[in-house]
């Protein structure tokens, strides 16, 4: 009996949980060491006490609970409040079980408590963390969206407002994947991955967007995984909308078209004039003689009709598509356009490629400009002629180089660091946009513009495309 008793009593005070025993009338029976350090009262001071560490508005709680253990319900474990000697109380996990002798009765009830103080302090402490950063967020000007595992945990106002929302309720639980282009779902658990593995801002990628009523712009993202200032782990995402930019740029690019149409003129002025000559001389030989010449006359117009579709094709409006495309076509395309050009200026222009070139994902409007801009440049910077060099290379199977290559007057290194900002140019009727067109064309492609010069030896314009999809 008396090692029952030291069992017992080494039990109770090896354990890190404070441990009360009461009777059916919430009577205290005994407390461990752990208990009376929790509490601030000795064993002496609390023995024959009623639920002393109860605050008084929830003993009748404590004995309502009592009853449910003698009619056999089972309690699990549960948060309350505890009180102190001194006055104070602090937060526990308490569970109690019921006491029950040989004959089936329960005599009493053992409560163990755990003080959990620090943990609601830091629950606190991170929920207020939580309402702060949401605050903070919610006031953003920029649209920023919260989403975790894949679903949308909260939007700001302004992220709201950009896809047609009432409320951020609107958004709430929805899968991400419903706010993206249906077969990207694939790169989006990509990004988010990648995401989740870094603790800085991911560069901004565009992307086209899904609205709640199903209309789609154009907006450009970028992530961080937040982890410290909410109480679970979520990926912050930023976006901007992209509208009012690319309808600027269109303007732009427009622009640009109409200032190409207006000088590239006399080169097609030139060139329409000669079969226009050469049509003119035949139909008055044909007055005095019918036949022999209509073939020649049929070739001519042919050559009119090519050279005007080839300039309807430039002014018509830019269209944002992508298909697979042969980009020496393109560019066979380009020099033949600019051919007449070409001549007023006395140059020749020689194609190189290697043999397999493959197709590329691109928009053929927006390349074929790129390289108006480019050869004509070409053309422009020999006053005395000389050959303009194109040629085509597959680097690694993953990229393809373009080079274009003059025997111009070339550009100094202090005008090359400047080339591609707006409005700057050498030319005396020249815009300066020419260039920047090109190089926000050839990186929406995924692509890079970059530029060599020696001055009074020519110039080289290497671009670069990625092979397959953008």
Known sequence: MRLKEHLINSLMNLTTDGIVVVDVTGTVL???????????????EVIGKVL??????YKEDAFKLYQSLINGEQIKNFEAIKLRKDGSTFYANVTVSPVIDNEGIVIGFVGVERDISEKKRVEEELLEREKQFRRLIKLNPEPIVLHNDG???FVNDACCRLFGGATSEDF??????????????????EHIQQVMQSDSYTEFKEKKLRKLD???????????YVHKNMGFPVVQTVIRDLTERKKS?????RSEKLSLIGQLAAGIAHDIRNPLTSLKGFVHLLKAKNADYVDVMMEELEHINYVVNEFMTLAKPHLNYYIESKIQELVQSVVGFLQPHAHLYNVQIEIDMDQEIPTIYCNPDQIKQVFINVIKNAVESMAN??????????RLKQWLVICVEDQGVGISEDRLSKLG???????????????????????????????KSILNHGTTVEIELPLGRK
């Open 421 to 451: 900002e707006p409005f700057y140019t050498s030319k005396d009727n020249g815009t300066g946009l020419g260039l920047m067109v090109c190089k926000h064309i050839i990186e929406g492609h995924g692509g890079r513009l970059s530029i």
């Open 385 to 394: 002629g000389g050959l303009i060099q194109i040629s085509f290379r597959n």
């Open 214 to 224: 199903g209309t789609f712009f154009d907006a450009e993202i970028s992530s961080i």
């Open 151 to 153: 679903y949308v945990q």
């Open 30 to 44: 005994e407390v461990n060491k752990k208990f009376e350090e929790l509490h601030g009262w000795t064993r002496e």
């Open 172 to 189: 709430h639980g929805k899968p991400i994947y419903d706010f993206f282009c249906p077969n990207e779902k694939g790169i989006v658990v």
């Open 249 to 253: 740029e269109e303007a732009l690019i």
């Open 52 to 57: 002393p560490m109860t605050p008084d508005h």
